[in-house]
């Protein structure tokens, strides 16, 4: 079983609606959920970060994290083209500052 | 403010030879990560530095190293090259070590091993 869980996609939405993105953790004892989007040939981007349990907003995004169930998601609001990349969920244990990756979910914004 | 700074931008090597990549981090930030990226095996971690330690390292072997200097700067060496080591390497500062620092990541360096 991988630690950190993305469901590959592509996830295709319509200009304008909300993507929903999904990601499970192996490790009951993370603390710290990272989403970054990735361009094609680019690097990673962080976008948002939580700790705690419950919902965080920014702009157009909402993290969501349930620890009991060991699930994170990102929530895109108003999708446009330009959201269209890879968004991968990244997760950090106990023992520090390494990051654990997911596989990454590539999102398609069509106009 | 200037962003991370991984230099060469490519690389092309043979098998068997060595490399050193190079990162500058943000200013002002003491942790520096480095990660593998590749489509089959997406981001792995390499190892992190704080303060010119090593605190974490990954499951690679012990032909990749790295360091870091007094003014934050990283080196990467990866000895006797694979053509599986053929990846875009990613640096990546934070503030301070800990899982609560988020980290953020240079535009890498693409090696080519032939």
């Known amino acids: 079983q991988k630690e950190v869980e993305q469901n590959s996609g592509p996830l295709s939405v319509p200009e304008g609606a909300i993507a929903s993105l999904n990601c499970t953790y192996s490790d009951r004892g993370s603390q710290s959920f990272f989403w970054y989007r990735q361009y094609s040939g680019k690097s990673p981007e962080l976008i948002m970060f939580i700790y705690s349990n419950g919902d965080k907003e920014d702009g157009r995004f909402t993290a969501q994290l349930n620890k009991a169930s060991q699930y994170v998601s990102l929530l895109i609001r108003d999708s446009q083209p330009s959201d269209s990349a890879t968004y991968l969920c990244a997760v950090t244990g106990a023992a520090g500052n390494k990051l654990t990756f997911g596989g990454g979910t590539r999102v398609l914004v069509k106009p | 403010k200037a962003g991370v700074t991984q230099t060469p931008r490519y690389l092309i090597k043979t098998r068997g030879q060595q490399v050193t990549l190079s990162c500058s981090p943000i200013?002002?930030?003491?942790?520096v990560s480095w990660y593998q990226q590749t489509p089959g095996q997406g981001l792995q971690f390499l190892f992190e530095?704080?303060?010119?330690?090593?605190?974490n390292k990954g499951n690679f072997p012990g032909r990749f190293s790295g360091r870091q200097f007094s003014n934050s700067r990283s080196e990467m060496n990866v000895s006797t090259l694979e053509l599986g080591d053929s990846a875009l390497y990613l640096c990546?500062?934070?503030?301070?070590?800990?899982?609560?620092?988020?980290?953020?990541f240079g535009n890498g360096t693409r090696l080519t091993v032939t």
């Open positions: 200013s002002g930030h003491r942790s």
């Open positions: 530095y704080f303060s010119e330690t090593q605190r």
């Open positions: 990546a500062s934070s503030l301070v070590t800990g899982s609560s620092s988020p980290l953020h």
